[in-house]
C-alpha cells in the first residue's frame, strides 16, 4: 500500500503547507480558492479512510476486509470527477490570478518555497493519482495472496500435528488370550494323547 501511503502524505502536505498558509494571508477568496483547488481536502479525506481501512488489524479474511474498505468509500471516489473536471482550467486560473496580484503571486511564491515544488505540480497529484489504482489493486492481491498462502499452510501443519498426537489414529493392539486359556489347552491335549496311546504313548499301537 506503499503508492496509497505516498498520496495520503502528498495531499495532506498540500493541506498543512499551502491551503493553510494562503487563507492565512487571506491571499484568495473562496470563490477563487474553489476555482484553483477545488475539492482537494475531500480528496484528502477520501484517500486517508481508504488508507486507515486497509491497514487497521482485523480478524475476518483479507480479501473481505479490501473488498468492504474500497465498497464503503467507492461513492465518494466521484469526488475525483469533480476535481479532474475542474483541473482542466484550474492552472490556467492561478496563472490568471498570480498575474493580476502582486499579493497572490507573492504569497504563492512563499508556499512554492516552502514545498520546494511549483503549484501547478501540485495541482496535477491528486489526477496522477488515478493512474496509481491499478498498481494499488496489484500490491492489495499480492498481500492477500501472500497472506491467504500462509494461511493454509499454517492450518495444515496444524492439522497433521494434531493427527499425529490423536490417540484415535495409533496402530491397536493385538488381543491377548485370558490367563488360564493356554494351560487349559494342554491339560485337554495330554488327556487325549494318554488315551488313546495306551503304554506306548503312540496312538493306535496294540497292547
Not at 12 to 38: G, H, I, M, N, Y
Not at 60 to 85: G, I, Q, T
Amino acid at each position: 500500500m506503499l503508492p496509497l501511503r505516498r498520496s495520503v502524505a502528498d495531499l495532506s502536505l498540500f493541506c498543512e503547507k499551502c491551503l493553510q498558509p494562503l487563507r492565512a494571508e487571506q491571499a484568495l477568496t473562496k470563490e477563487q480558492e474553489a476555482a484553483v483547488f477545488s475539492n482537494w481536502e475531500v480528496i484528502r479525506g477520501v484517500n486517508q479512510q481508504l488508507l486507515d481501512a486497509l491497514s487497521a488489524p482485523a480478524p475476518e479474511d483479507p480479501l473481505v476486509r479490501a473488498a468492504a474498505a474500497f465498497e464503503s468509500m467507492a461513492p465518494w471516489l466521484k469526488s475525483y470527477s469533480v476535481y479532474s473536471a475542474n483541473f482542466v482550467t484550474a492552472q490556467e486560473k492561478l496563472d490568471k490570478l498570480r498575474s493580476e496580484s502582486a499579493e497572490v503571486d507573492k504569497a504563492c511564491g512563499a508556499v512554492e518555497a516552502l514545498i520546494q515544488m511549483s503549484l501547478g505540480s501540485m495541482l496535477i497529484k491528486p489526477v496522477q493519482r488515478l493512474c496509481k489504482y491499478p498498481l494499488l489493486f496489484r500490491e492489495l492481491l499480492h498481500e492477500i495472496t501472500l497472506t491467504l498462502t500462509l494461511t493454509l499452510t499454517l492450518t495444515l501443519t496444524l492439522t497433521r500435528r494434531a493427527a499425529a498426537r490423536d490417540p484415535r489414529g495409533a496402530r491397536a493392539p493385538r488381543p491377548r488370550a485370558p490367563r488360564g486359556t493356554r494351560g487349559d489347552h494342554r491339560r485337554r491335549r495330554s488327556q487325549r494323547d494318554g488315551a488313546g496311546g495306551g503304554a506306548t504313548g503312540r496312538p493306535g499301537a496294540p497292547p
